[in-house]
């Protein structure tokens, strides 16, 4: 955009343009097979159960996808692009913030990255961003202090869950986060509701088929999801290297 005096004439934006984005809804399953006589002498709704342990597979499977999925046959997840240094981030690839030293935090000032990480993001996406870390890293994380006033830098938040707030931003614990090791992509900091589009093509759909083998009924429920990043300024990563 820009500026315009009394009876100047617009043109055509050029940057930034609309571009299509395909996002792919692929099937996701679980099929459990059951025993004729064992729905037949349950005493509880096996059935229901077992729609609902389904209904928790598809979560995790969905879940570890939108992080590590590569994309072909499932989502692909926030983990998988290319990564560039941020001072280097160009459209289409993720932008990552060196943790300072190899498969691990500096032993001085460990959480001066994650200030780096924070402010790597641009401050018009920082509204609704959110630290997102596995278990084992925020443990490691949790520990940090500020050198002046021995103050935990991580604090505790009932409103954000058991992840709490780091540096003000709100923390989702998510195991599907690589663990810290040489060149890892551990810790991600962005605005996922603006950066990352799921794409649920349909609802769940059951198949009970108690004929193509005798004596069991099968299960087969599924359904269809899609996933990838529409909004590369939006995530930002956190590389456990020196540079």
């Known amino acids: 955009g820009g500026w ?15 571009s299509k984005i395909e996002i792919k809804a692929e ?21 229901g159960d077992i729609m609902m342990e389904a209904g928790t597979t ?19 997840g926030i983990a998988a692009y290319t990564t560039v240094a941020n001072a ?14 190899s498969g691990a935090f500096t032993s ?40 002046a006033s ?24 998510d195991d599907n986060l690589a663990d810290v090791a040489a060149n890892s ?4 900091y962005g605005n996922f509701m603006r950066g990352y589009t799921i794409v649920d093509r349909r609802g769940v759909a059951v198949i009970r088929d108690n004929v193509t083998k005798k004596g069991v009924t ?3 429920i599924s359904k269809r999801v899609g996933g990838g990043i529409t909004n590369f300024e939006a995530i930002k990563l956190m590389k456990m290297a020196a540079s």
């Open 4 to 18: 315009l005096e009394e009876n100047a004439t617009s043109s055509e934006s050029t940057e930034q343009q609309f």
């Open 27 to 47: 099937k996701v399953y679980a099929e459990p097979w059951i025993t004729n006589e064992m729905l037949e002498d349950s005493f509880y709704d096996l059935e």
């Open 58 to 76: 598809f979560a995790e499977t969905e879940g570890a996808a939108f992080v590590t999925g590569n994309g072909v046959g499932q989502p692909r």
């Open 88 to 101: 280097s981030y160009t459209w289409g690839s993720v932008g990552y913030i060196a943790s300072g030293a």
């Open 108 to 147: 001085s000032a460990p959480a001066d990255a994650l200030i780096d990480l924070q402010h790597g993001l641009k401050a018009q996406y920082r509204p609704g961003a959110v630290f997102m870390m596995n278990d084992a890293t925020l443990a490691t994380v949790r520990q940090f202090k500020d050198s």
């Open 150 to 173: 021995g103050y935990y830098m991580w604090q505790p938040d009932s409103a954000a869950g058991f992840g709490g707030r780091l540096l003000g931003s709100p923390v989702v614990v």
């Open 185 to 188: 992509l551990s810790i991600a």
């Open 218 to 220: 099968k299960f087969h």
